[in-house]
């Protein structure tokens, strides 16, 4: 694996705009060939080829180049821990209990013990009591050199640490034993057992501490591990009903609160998304308003934060039940800052745009839309399997509107710029799309030409419609059952 590749294929704009205000700190000459060769990785992606950049930099000289390249990979590490040591609370609490030791080192306790007591703080507000514990053996440590520190006061207040690290790890344990039976249960959906039956028998079984499955922090992980495997496993009937359950009973024990009203929000998205993923459009949208009232308490201090899940909901579900009405919320929500100012932006507008026109018929808007989600400076940020499913959802929008020139250099560009991942067996169908629309363009009459007509009816029965719906853009199914 290429490291440095992988690290510089990864970043969004900000973070590579972030990394080059960072590189350039102590010299910002127009010549840097750290930012040269950040800019020919970046611009490459997968056609990146070393030996290029490596001659036009230093020629011969290998030695060189590898020492820039360990000294970009080295200056990528610190720009990302400085960029998100706000946005990761361990890392952040970490680092104060770096700067303690330095000081420590230096012969300043009194600096040291400042920063070990702004640690101890974040770790409590948190409740990480791993962190807790190594920052009361580092003040233990440093009442060796600084006597005004109360040992018998933190000797004490590690021993209570102690008794709830211990009672952490129990129910760590739990999860372990929750997570391996929902797991093994594979789909719920399709057994007589409830996934709250399994849940309740699994807490029987495995809970020594009888207050453990009470604890409203448990209960919450619980549901966070048990949501996101049900989500795996795509069993929607299952996650439904213990979702529904889960957020009654959450309700009615007054578990939410403002410390945790972030879950409470993400458990009404799910529900939402869930809901219309079963065929509940009435109800999901129902939630959706129950995700947006709940947006509005504690002073809407997450509303931004789940605004897009809001729309989204609103999105998909009219786009079924009333297209006019979708568009409508398309165009409000592109007005929204908020919005705007999120990296999947020009995907959610352009993309659902695109779809809903597609549905309508309206197939020039449509091809319109995608052609300009294609061409926003953000695209290419998406996920490469996405952006190709992208492109090729244009290929079929342009054959309906029988534009077979365009067609032609669409598909060159594809296959030049998708080449290694068409080549993977988990993109088969979308190759095979390609290749199908490659030879209609060039195809007098279909119903003539046998070979072309199997490999249209195999494909389009290759797997099923809602497996084709949860992975194409336009479902290459019924748009190959179209032309039959």
Not at 77 to 97: A, C
Request: aromatic share 12%; with cysteine.
């Amino acid at each position: 694996m290429n490291i440095l590749f992988e690290i510089i294929n990864s970043l969004n704009k900000e973070e590579s705009r972030f990394y080059k205000l960072f590189a350039g700190r102590t010299n910002s000459g127009d010549l840097r060939k750290d930012i040269l060769l950040f800019d020919f990785i970046k611009q490459n992606g997968e056609d990146y080829d070393e030996q290029i950049i490596s001659d036009e930099l230093y020629h011969e000289n290998k030695n060189s180049f590898y020492q820039l390249k360990n000294r970009l990979y080295k200056d990528l590490n610190k720009s990302m821990m400085l960029q998100h040591m706000g946005k990761e609370k361990d890392i952040f609490i970490l680092h104060f209990v770096l700067l303690a030791r330095v000081y420590k080192r230096k012969g300043n306790v009194k600096l040291s013990f400042h920063y070990l007591k702004k640690a101890e703080k974040e770790a409590d507000n948190i409740e990480a009591y791993e962190l807790l514990s190594i920052i009361y053996s580092e003040i233990l440590k440093l009442s060796y050199d600084m006597i005004s520190i109360n040992v018998e006061k933190y000797i004490e207040k590690k021993r209570e640490n102690n008794e709830r690290l211990n009672w952490v790890q129990e129910i760590d344990l739990l999860l372990a034993a929750v997570l391996y039976k929902i797991k093994t249960a594979q789909n719920f959906s399709k057994n007589d057992e409830s996934v709250n039956e399994v849940l309740q028998k699994t807490l029987n079984s495995f809970s020594k501490n009888e207050k453990i499955p009470k604890s409203p922090k448990f209960r919450i992980k619980v549901y966070q591990v048990v949501s996101r495997i049900l989500l795996q496993q795509h069993d929607f009937h299952a996650l439904e009903e213990y979702l529904t359950h889960t957020f009654e009973e959450f309700n009615n024990d007054k578990i939410f609160t403002k410390s945790n009203h972030e879950q409470k929000l993400t458990m009404l998205a799910y529900l939402t998304n869930c809901l219309f993923k079963t065929h509940k459009y009435k109800q999901s949208l129902e939630y959706a308003e129950k995700l947006k009232n709940s947006m509005n308490e504690y002073d809407g201090f997450l509303k931004d934060k789940f605004l897009f899940y809001y729309y989204n909901a609103l999105v998909i579900n009219y786009s079924l039940s009333n297209k006019d009405k979708a568009l409508e919320v398309l165009k409000e929500a592109k007005r929204n800052d908020v919005i705007q100012q999120l990296p999947t932006f020009s995907v959610f507008i352009y993309l659902n745009t695109a779809l809903i026109y597609y549905d309508q018929g309206k197939l020039s808007l449509a091809v319109k839309n995608l052609s300009r989600l294609i061409l926003q400076d953000d695209f290419v940020n998406i996920g490469k399997s996405f952006q190709l499913k992208i492109h090729i959802a244009e290929l079929i929008v342009r054959f309906d509107l029988n534009q077979t020139d365009v067609i032609d250099s669409k598909i060159k560009h594809i296959k030049k710029t998708f080449k290694g991942l068409l080549k993977e067996n988990n993109f088969k169908r979308d190759k095979q799309l390609v290749e199908i629309i490659d030879a209609l363009i060039y195809c007098n009459n279909l119903n003539q030409d046998k070979k072309l007509l199997k490999k249209i009816t195999e494909l389009s029965t290759s797997i099923d419609n809602e497996q084709a719906d949860d992975i194409d853009v336009i479902n290459y199914n019924v748009w190959l059952k179209s032309l039959l």
